[in-house]
Nanobody, 119 residues
Framework: QVQLVESGGGLVQPGGSLRVSCAAS????????MSWVRQAPGKGLEWVSG????????DYADSVKGRFTISRDNAKNTLYLQMNSLKVEDTALYYC????????????RGRGTLVTVSS
């Protein structure tokens, strides 16, 4: 069965950086598009970023474009999200989500890792 385990969240000051990771198992990771999605306190789910199977295509929500970078290591079955210039409004539970062979999706996803941006 699909297993996605996020890690690397924590407390960071505004303007700071953080990298979150997602360890994938239970499927052939290199064959699927992957995404990061987030849910801020009291708000709905927001798609943040996605990456193609080989990593040659990446997409971002306007809210994070130029600040976040998605990447993947298919040899390690791991997805990453490098977050720079963090803002208070980036505070959220961050999930990785498995897509299709040529599409992004918001599920299935893991249990999430909490990122809190605060001074």
């Amino acid at each position: 069965q699909v297993q996605l385990v996020e890690s690397g969240g924590g407390l960071v000051q505004p303007g700071g950086s953080l990298r979150v990771s997602c360890a994938a198992s239970g499927f052939t990771f290199k064959n699927y598009f992957m995404s990061w999605v987030r849910q801020a306190p009291g708000k709905g789910l927001e798609w943040v970023s996605g990456i193609s199977t080989s990593g040659d295509r990446t997409d971002y929500a306007d809210s994070v474009k130029g600040r976040f970078t998605i990447s993947r290591d298919n040899a390690k079955n791991t997805l990453y999200l490098q977050m720079n210039s963090l803002k208070v409004e980036d505070t959220a539970l961050y999930y990785c989500a498995k897509g299709g062979t040529a599409t992004y999706s918001t599920s299935p996803r893991g249990r999430g890792t909490l990122v809190t941006v605060s001074s």
